[in-house]
């Protein structure tokens, strides 16, 4: 029972996670951001294909080269035709071809992006610089102080959460007045602090950081991380590796931002969940949950983990679901061939189960439905929406009881 209940609350805790989905942008989108705000980066341009890596290639003198693809650990990773590793060193213009013909159309597998991995389209071809010295520097909003701060470490070009288990005093934390940003002596005291030696370091840092915040509130973003920020041996400071995450709630005023999205790098159906104004996350189990509201989505998750089910997804068709919503949510759950039933748990606030039932019916006449179907439904509308199930003459297994609905879920995917 611990184990059932662990495993529910952290199923509970993802889903929960995953509503929250704040844009990201390729690498050499975040350069030309970066650019943009007079921030120096290694030069470098972007290639859609082999012939492309190779023109590029012929310009530059030694390059890395890059798999661009939304999904941290690239350079570990492996493709799923079997080449080895997202970045690459290039010493020819050959050689940059040959490797971009086994990164574009091929899929990346990381520790981040699940089994299935994720495709690159593109590769960028930067210049290679030698960096003395790696740092870190991150702009985001911080919890605790309720404001914006800058985050940075002497110790960069490694996993920033291991540096802060292992040495908490590694961590430089500071905060941002949001309305006037970073002070040049504030940014040069942190440049300091962080081990910048020269005057000339020290002030390209601190425009940096300064810049840094300008984009942040200028573009909505969510998080600004650069790892590493690399003094190379000529004593130039750059941005070597940049990732940034952008609010969607701003979307109405962000539009060059959000025109840069990128859906092949995202769950296609949770892009078309999107478009339906669905709240919908794809997960690994084989119970398809249709749910209004986001606290009895979760709970319904719980209570078919606690059965020894796996959710298929989190998919919470919120109050002003219409039956043709339903419809849409119903066609994408069943594209999930892992799905072997489907537990639908309507609780009739603002929501009428009536139209739940309607759009139920609906779907399972249109979609000819084969998968079984387990509903629930409580609240407004309720005995209107029983007797329209009834008398659909469709196999559509009614329960009042939330337990018993979901033991009869779990049994039906076993």
Do not use: W
């Not at 089994?115 to 290679?128: S, T």
């Not at 309607?358 to 509308?381: F, H, Q, S, Y």
């Not at 009881?401 to 049994?411: G, I, N, P, R, T």
């Amino acid at each position: 029972m611990l184990s059932s209940l662990r495993k529910a609350g952290s199923l509970a805790r993802a889903a929960s996670a995953g509503q929250k989905r704040f844009l990201s942008i390729h690498e050499y989108q975040s350069v030309k951001l970066l650019n943009d705000y007079g921030i120096a980066t290694p030069k470098s341009i972007v290639a859609k294909s082999p012939q492309e890596a190779y023109d590029v290639a012929n310009t530059f003198g030694n390059l890395v080269i890059k798999a661009q693809v939304l999904a941290g650990g690239r350079g570990k990773g492996k493709f799923d035709n079997g080449f080895q590793g997202g970045v690459h060193m290039v010493d020819t213009p050959q050689q940059a071809e040959e490797i971009a013909k086994k990164m574009i159309g091929a899929h990346l597998i990381t520790k981040q992006t699940g089994a299935a991995g994720r495709i690159c389209n593109a590769v960028m071809l930067a210049e290679r610089r030698q960096p003395e010295h790696e740092f870190y520097v991150a702009v985001l909003n911080d919890r605790a102080s309720q404001g914006v701060v800058l985050v940075a470490s002497a110790q960069g070009g490694m996993n920033i959460e291991e540096v802060a288990a292992k040495d908490p005093a590694a961590i430089i934390t500071t905060p941002i007045s949001f309305e006037h940003g970073l002070s040049k002596a504030e940014a040069i005291g942190i440049a300091q602090k962080l081990g910048f030696t020269t005057e000339k370091a020290q002030s390209d840092a601190a425009d940096i950081f300064i810049n840094l915040y300008r984009i942040f509130k200028d573009k909505d973003a969510t998080q600004i991380e650069i790892n590493p920020l690399g003094l190379t041996t000529d004593g130039e400071v750059l941005c070597m590796d940049a990732k940034f995450g952008f609010d969607d709630n701003a979307e109405f005023r962000q539009k060059g931002i959000f025109a840069l999205r990128d859906i092949t790098q995202e769950e296609p159906s949770e892009v078309e969940a999107q478009k339906a104004n669905l709240n919908f996350i794809k997960l690994d189990g084989t119970i398809g949950c249709l749910v209004n509201g986001a606290g009895l989505a979760m709970a319904t998750m719980d209570v078919l983990s606690l059965h020894g089910g796996n959710p298929a997804n989190f998919l919470d068709v919120g109050g002003g679901a219409t039956p043709d919503t339903v419809k849409k949510a119903f066609e994408i759950i069943v594209t999930d061939p892992k799905v072997k039933s489907i537990f639908i748990n309507i609780f009739g606030g603002i929501m009428r189960c009536d139209y739940i039932a309607e759009g139920v019916i609906k779907a399972a006449k249109e979609l000819n439905l084969t998968i079984p179907l387990v509903v629930r439904l409580k609240g407004t509308k309720e005995d209107e929406a029983k007797q329209m199930i009834k008398d659909s003459g469709l196999t559509i297994i009614p329960f009042d009881s939330l337990d018993e609905a979901a033991e009869q879920a779990v049994l039906l995917a076993a």
